[in-house]
């Protein structure tokens, strides 16, 4: 009997989720989408406390979407874990719908942190964590980053200030499919050596398969571990994952299934 | 002799009282703590004044997930890097959610002097008027400065609170003084023309008030200290009474009071006008009287316009 059953039916759940409400949106991310469906099942459906019928709940974990064009896997987790409806759904992107093309707490129950704009989320996280730790409490922040968003500077103040700081409260997860809108990390900006760059800023960085369900776990908890110190994640992913038309391929990082592409990637889901 | 006291001074101050009454105030500063006079909180409650080094992007985004956990997050940097650089943080992560964060910044307009113009915000009205949900606030002495922090604090939402470097003269009775947030102050009444004033130039139209009357001229003031939301009645008002207004401020004429108000008349009651303020040009090195002078920002220059203004009215 496979121990992650469970995790996995959410998992295909979400990506048929995505697919569908992409394929109605006409517009949106798919490839960063499918790439963090395992690392936001696993948060969601494993480890964080949360309540889909009071997302207030001021005990709560905080997850901070910080790679926020990432939203429809947001929104296909938060629908999943009963935050609100699935019909929802496929209202992404239009007119008057919950939900904006990037997570907007306001108006999504269950979106802790309106995010969008990169980096930017990674450092409200910082700020949450540090209320939390200010506090005394037992809240833990995690905040998803992609690997294109540590061009932005203000990853690296964030990252300085959470270290300084003695965020262990705090997790980051980093989404590492090595592409972004134009093409490789390497081709744009080189980015490496992630697992150095945090570990000099003072960062517990552990490596994962972002795909693997026990790695996945096995890092949360070890993270709870390491005193006065942040973590960084970095999980290994796969852009476009599980529909094999849209895996490793920027050109799905931004760009919808049309009918005919919906139905193979739907097909190919039922299969699993 | 009036008593003259920096509105930061006034800052530093009101925090401390504040942090006694609110165990929820955080304070964040971005290494300009002695100048933003956020030194005094560090010092008063220490556990609670979060220095982010020199990163104000980042300091704007923590003040936000402050916020988030039910924080109430003063900020404070020089207004250029508030405004400027962390603008954009500012705007997506603070104003569209709506975030509690005050950010209460300092060293704004040309009077910071002898730094230069690459440390003298210009726009910063302009910009944070500009974006939605945000609450625009310039204290025109200490007096007022206080009551502003403890009107802000109670406040639910983002605020910018623009304060000066330098010391200005106290204008406002603490005792009689009853401020209201968004409501304008007529502080002369007058029937020839009216002069709007905000922050620290307020006192020079009360003093180009008392110039003009010795000339016969009847000019009446207005201490505009909140720009947004600003007070449409008020101005409204004072247009169908006076038939003529002056604007004047410590920051480009571009988008900030003389912009706000014009917006209000235009639509409402369009009445002629001049605006005073720094005309679209950056600052430079100087001490601050001298810089206001070249820079046309004093009574005289206030009396000199607005007789200009009415002689066509």
């Known amino acids: 009997m496979n121990k992650y059953r469970l995790l996995e039916e959410k998992a295909n759940a979400i990506r048929k989720n995505i697919i569908t409400m992409l394929n109605k949106s006409g517009s949106g991310h798919p490839g960063g989408s499918l790439s963090a469906v395992e690392i936001l099942t696993a948060l969601y459906f494993s480890e964080m406390k949360v309540d889909s019928k009071n997302p207030n709940w001021d005990k709560r974990d905080r997850f901070v979407l910080s790679k926020g064009h990432a939203a429809p896997v947001l929104y296909a987790t938060l629908a999943e874990k009963g935050f609100f409806p699935k019909e929802e759904l496929l209202k992404l992107r239009q007119v008057n719908s919950m939900l904006q093309g990037h997570p907007d707490m306001k108006g999504t129950p269950g979106v802790d942190m309106s995010t969008g704009s990169l980096g930017q989320g990674f450092s409200a996280s910082c700020g949450m964590a540090l209320a939390n730790k200010l506090d005394r409490n037992e809240i833990r922040t995690y905040v998803l980053l992609g690997d294109g968003e540590v061009q932005e500077g203000i990853v690296w103040e964030t990252a300085m200030a959470a270290s300084h700081y003695k965020l262990d409260n705090l997790v980051a997860i980093l989404d590492f499919n090595g592409l972004q809108i134009d093409g490789s990390n390497d081709s744009v900006m080189s980015v490496q050596p992630l697992a150095d760059k945090f570990k000099a800023f003072g960062w517990n960085v552990i490596e994962i398969d972002g795909h693997d369900y026990g790695e996945i776990i096995k890092a949360f908890n070890a993270a709870k571990t390491i005193k006065e110190r942040p973590t960084m994640t970095l999980a290994y992913t796969i852009k476009g994952k599980g529909i094999s038309f849209m895996e490793d391929k920027s050109g799905w990082h931004g760009k919808a299934p049309n009918e005919e592409e919906t139905k193979v990637a739907l097909a190919e889901l039922e299969v699993v | ?313």
């Open chain 2, 1 to 313: 002799m009036r008593d003259m006291i920096a509105t930061r001074d006034a800052y530093g101050k009101a925090l401390i009282e504040l942090g006694k009454m609110n165990n929820g105030i955080v304070v964040l500063d971005a290494d300009l703590s002695k100048s933003t006079k956020t030194a005094e909180f560090s010092t008063a409650f220490p556990k609670r004044f979060f220095n982010m080094g020199i990163a104000e992007q980042n300091m704007m985004g923590v003040a936000a997930g402050f916020a988030t956990a039910g924080k109430i997050p003063f900020v404070s940097t020089f207004a250029m890097f508030a405004t400027g650089r962390a603008f954009e943080i500012i705007r997506n992560s603070i104003a569209y959610p709506k975030l509690n964060v005050k950010i209460c910044a300092t060293h704004a307009g040309i009077t910071v002097g002898e730094d230069g113009a690459s440390h003298q915000a210009l726009e910063d009205i302009t910009c944070m008027r500009a974006i939605p949900n945000m609450t625009v606030v310039v204290p025109s002495d200490a007096v007022e400065t206080t009551k502003i922090i403890h009107a802000v604090a109670k406040l639910k939402g983002p605020v910018y609170v623009r304060l000066g470097r330098l010391a200005v003269p106290v204008i406002n009775d603490n005792e009689k003084y009853k401020f209201e947030l968004g409501k304008g102050v007529e502080l002369i009444e007058g029937n020839d023309v009216t002069i709007i004033a905000t922050g620290m130039m307020v006192s020079e139209a009360l003093k180009a008030s008392d110039k003009l009357k010795e000339q016969g001229i009847n000019a009446g003031v207005v201490n505009i200290h909140t720009i947004k939301p600003i007070d449409k009645e008020l101005i409204i008002k004072k247009a169908k009474e006076t038939g003529a207004m002056v604007t004047v401020e410590e920051h480009n004429i571009i988008g900030g009071l003389g912009s706000a108000v014009a917006e209000v008349l235009i639509e409402n009651h369009p009445v002629i006008m001049r605006r005073i303020g720094i005309n679209d040009t950056f600052g430079e090195s100087g001490k601050p009287k001298d810089l206001l002078e070249k820079y046309k920002l004093t009574a005289n220059e206030i009396v000199k316009s607005t007789k200009e203004l009415i002689a066509n009215k």
